[in-house]
């Protein structure tokens, strides 16, 4: 733990990215907000890297695939990973890090165009 401590880089969100006023009461609130993925806000979090625990994508039995003409960008599974492994490409569109995705599929059950499935890691996308 003191390990992870010590190679934590603080990084600081400028005052002027910041919302006025109250925030929503939910962060699905807060996603519908956003118009495009131009709207979003830099927020502090942290990238996925190998660590203690290796390349947990070997974890997965399921993975995220979607269909990225049928994708509205959204990035609402950007938003919600929880492991932070959506990353989002030049166009907008959400690219995923399979390298430390676990397969939760929370991107899955968030993406409002039910675009995004899970499939077993053997088969083809």
């Known amino acids: ?3 992870a401590f010590e190679r ?3 990084h600081r969100v400028p005052e002027e990215y910041y919302l006025e006023g109250d925030l929503p009461v939910s962060k699905r609130e807060r996603v519908s907000q956003f118009h495009t993925w131009k709207d ?3 927020i502090p979090i942290s990238k996925p890297a ?3 625990m290796g390349i947990t994508g070997e974890w997965r039995v399921f993975k995220p695939v979607f269909d990225r003409d049928d994708c509205n960008r959204c990035l609402a599974c950007w938003m919600f990973c929880p492991e932070n492994v959506v990353s989002v490409d030049e166009e907008g569109y959400p ?3 399979y390298t430390y995705c676990k ?3 929370v991107c899955v059950s968030v ?3 039910k675009n995004m499935h899970l499939i077993r890691e053997e088969e083809e996308a």
């Open 50 to 52: 190998d660590a203690s």
């Open 40 to 42: 979003l806000t830099l």
């Open 103 to 105: 397969g939760c599929g």
């Open 8 to 10: 934590t880089e603080e």
């Open 1 to 3: 733990m003191e390990l």
């Open 95 to 97: 690219v995923i890090d």
């Open 111 to 113: 993406c409002p165009k």
